[in-house]
């Protein structure tokens, strides 16, 4: 469980994928939708879901979350 502040990279992977960071992440994105507090990444994932559809975590800040 990684309680904190998350956002959603406004600009898609390669293959499609919008990457759900914690605050403080080695690869916080420069273009990005905050998403406020959460308790866990699941919950930042599925609000990012209603903004881009192929939303995943971070595999590096919330790994817990990386296949949606």
């Known amino acids: ?35 406020g507090f959460h308790t866990t990444c699941q919950g930042a994932v599925k609000e990012a879901q209603r903004l881009f559809r192929k939303s995943v975590g971070c595999a590096y800040c919330a790994p817990e979350c990386k296949y949606g």
């Open 1 to 35: 469980m990684r309680p904190g502040y998350y956002v959603v990279n406004n600009v898609a992977q390669a293959n499609g994928d919008h990457e759900v960071h914690l605050q403080g992440c080695s690869y916080f994105p420069s273009s990005a939708t905050p998403l």
